[in-house]
């Protein structure tokens, strides 16, 4: 969702960006790997609403650093609910992210992560004040230039490695290119892309402050781990990467 440029300021480059992302691991509430509907009835929304909070209080007791509300085929309203339901969750132990919705992410007063073709970080950071995290997905060095002039917290980067939770056109781009962007990027890099347990060190040396998972703690094969479940995976996750 793509704020109106003629309620927005223009920001200087010199503008400092809001709140820094911590170390540690990223975690993706992502509708299509959870098997959520795109317009679910309002029992179903009840029980997504549970899920969002359940999966984001479980995030905070694994010691997740973000955890981030991907659910691009729901409606704003559910998404709105979704969000709220994390953010109470969390309590402040964690940070909450949206994906791509500007209003959601105002009106729950979350953070908001954008991709590349979901609006000008400039205009949305007057939108949503100095105080949200913003975050940014780039897919090449290029992209990570851009950044540099622009008001955005952290950055994703990659795919690292091949996914199969996001459709996506972007070629991977390895761990080699990772390194070269955390080491020209001037906000914290999050590795983005089939992050696995075995990856946490990789990233870490490569200089990433984070990386996001998605279904290394959703999913176990096929089959969606209820949250209990999925707290343990990330629990795992986040220690590995603590001990790399």
């Not at 200087?12 to 795109?38: C, E, F, N």
């Not at 650093?65 to 559910?78: C, D, I, N, T």
């Not at 953070?111 to 950071?125: K, N, Y």
């Not at 997905?137 to 199969?164: C, E, I, K, M, W």
Request: net charge neutral; glycine share 10%; with cysteine.
């Amino acid at each position: 969702m793509q704020a109106n440029p003629a309620e927005m300021r223009t920001l200087s480059t010199q503008d400092a960006p809001g709140p820094r992302l911590k170390s540690g691991v990223y975690a993706i509430v992502d509708a299509d790997t959870l098997g959520w509907p795109s317009g679910p009835s309002d029992l179903q929304l009840g029980d997504i609403v549970k899920q969002s909070f359940g999966f984001a209080r479980a995030a905070a007791r694994a010691g997740a650093v973000a955890v981030q509300l991907r659910y691009k085929a729901g409606s704003s309203h559910a998404r709105l609910a979704c969000a709220i339901a994390m953010e109470q969750a969390a309590a402040g132990d964690l940070a909450v992210v949206v994906n791509d919705d500007i209003a959601v992410a105002r009106t729950a007063r979350t953070g908001l992560h954008l991709g590349q073709m979901d609006g000008d970080p400039r205009g949305v950071r007057d939108v949503l004040g100095d105080r949200a995290l913003l975050g940014w997905s780039t897919h090449n060095l290029a992209q990570v230039d851009v950044a540099a002039t622009l008001p955005v917290d952290y950055l994703g980067f990659g795919p690292v490695r091949a996914t199969q939770t996001k459709r996506s056109s972007d070629p991977v781009t390895g761990w080699a290119m990772l390194a070269d962007a955390c080491g020209r990027a001037r906000v914290p890099v999050v590795a983005i892309g089939g992050m696995q347990v075995q990856d946490a060190a990789i990233a870490r040396s490569a200089g990433a402050a984070a990386m996001a998972v998605v279904g290394a703690w959703l999913r176990d094969g096929e089959r969606v781990r209820a949250v209990a479940e999925a707290e343990d995976a990330l629990t795992l996750l986040v220690h590995a990467w603590n001990a790399g």
